[in-house]
């Protein structure tokens, strides 16, 4: 083969595979495998979009008792950490009840600086509910980390969820994973 054939074949080689791996790794699509998680409690089931998967009791959260009375489901990768919860309604454990206790134990942590809130009516599928959202300095250990939290609280039929988004506000990955999956809430089982 002579030496002008040979350099046209390694240049057409060399751009190829550049233009192949020019892509990777650009778009949370690359970096993530996105899908769905149910939930059940009190025999009702939401369905949510997470980069992973939710796990309560140390098992998958869709394999959880649909008749449970209670749910306690997390999930988190470095960026990004979801914690859902669902209880039967009570006069003590309610909509309203939840979202006082969400504003009201960020404003008594010592922990905490520069707390800020927002609440806002939110519709999940056809029923009403609260998205709060804060912002906070949490220092521990000598360490101060700046916080984003979105939560969703809701009632569906006689169970009350809470479904949280938690992100370090710096963290440019995590903010792009909860704006991809945040409030992405289904009521019922939704593949």
Known sequence: MNLKKYKIILTAGLLGTSLLFAGCGSSLDDQFVFGRNRIHCDNQTITISTPFELVS???QVDLG???ASVVKAEGHNNHLQILVT???VTADMNEKILVSEAQDMLK???ALSNVKSD???VKIGNLDGKMLTFTFTETGRGKSTDLTVDEYIFTQKDTVWRV???YRSADTTGQALAERVSGKIVLG???
């Open 57 to 59: 009791n140390g098992k």
């Open 65 to 67: 008792d649909r008749a």
């Open 86 to 88: 669902g209880e039967k």
């Open 108 to 110: 008594g942590n010592p």
């Open 119 to 121: 609440v806002k009516d």
């Open 164 to 166: 949280i988004y938690q």
């Open 189 to 191: 089982s939704e593949f």
